[in-house]
């Protein structure tokens, strides 16, 4: 497998430095986000208990972002998310928002896909500067999330269920 494809190692020392097992360096929690956001998936352990962190430095990371005013997550989500830890949505509520980012990532996926294929205007000097800077929009509006991904059912299958 690849090294890229698995997922980066990141130890926590007791002195709650983060480390890079594959550069062999210390790196912040915005170096982490930078290496999610290039696609790359991160597993943080602690060093001393084996414990997997990342679910906790991936909460962090976000926090961080909505301190600084980059406001991702509306008000009535965070609100739907706290509500769903003390119901029975909590078991629901994990499996639907997975769906809900999964269609998310193929949509922008299907919509990228068109625009280079279908379009006749691809042919155009600097549409693919254009579509490059559309691509840049949507993982800045979605904060990396949406790397390549499914491009959903085939144009032919969209026309037989009209």
Known sequence: MPESDK????????SRRLYNTETSDYVT??????????????????????????????LQ????????????????????????YTTQAA?????FLAASFEMLREGQSKMMEQMTKANPMAKLPGFEAMRAQQEAFFKAMTGGLMPGGSSGPA????????
């Open 61 to 84: 990371i976000i926090a961080e972002h909505e301190a600084k005013g980059e406001n991702v997550l509306p008000t009535d989500v965070l609100t739907t998310l706290v509500r769903s």
């Open 91 to 95: 078991t629901v509520v994990p499996q």
């Open 7 to 14: 997922p980066l190692l990141i130890k926590r020392y007791a």
């Open 155 to 162: 144009k032919d299958e969209d026309e037989k269920k009209k």
């Open 29 to 58: 929690l915005e170096d982490i986000a930078a290496f999610i956001r290039q696609g790359r998936d991160v597993q943080i352990v602690d060093l001393k208990s084996g414990d997997d962190l990342t679910r906790q430095y991936l």
